[in-house]
Nanobody, 126 residues
Framework: QVQVVESGGGLVQAGESLRLSCTAS????????VGWFRQAPGKEREGVSC????????YFIDSVKDRFTISRDNDKNSVYLQMNSLNPDDTAMYYC???????????????????RGQGTQVTVSS
């Protein structure tokens, strides 16, 4: 049974940092691209970042470029989203998802991902 689990969310003040972790089990993790998505109340889900299976390709939505980084450790079946200089607009539920359908790139579309986690809440106070 495949499981995708997010962790690392919390309540922080504007300007602070958080590191989200996504850990998967029940699949050959090194074959999967991983994406991070977020959804704030009343807003649509958006793709924040993703990383190709071998980390050669990554993506960041414009609003987080230069503040967020993404990395992976295939030996630990984990992907990390380092979030710096957080602001209240980053407040959302953050979800991790994995897919093997994209090989040479990674997708920012929720529909391209087969396995999804339950989310971790990030709240940034001003």
């Amino acid at each position: 049974q495949v499981q995708v689990v997010e962790s690392g969310g919390g309540l922080v003040q504007a300007g602070e940092s958080l590191r989200l972790s996504c850990t998967a089990s029940g699949l050959t993790f090194r074959e999967y691209a991983v994406g991070w998505f977020r959804q704030a109340p009343g807003k649509e889900r958006e793709g924040v970042s993703c990383i190709q299976w071998n980390a050669h390709s990554t993506y960041f939505i414009d609003s987080v470029k230069d503040r967020f980084t993404i990395s992976r450790d295939n030996d630990k079946n984990s992907v990390y989203l380092q979030m710096n200089s957080l602001n209240p607009d980053d407040t959302a539920m953050y979800y991790c998802a994995a897919t093997r359908r994209t090989v040479n790139w990674c997708s920012d579309s929720w529909l391209d991902y087969d396995y999804r986690g339950q989310g971790t809440q990030v709240t940034v106070s001003s």
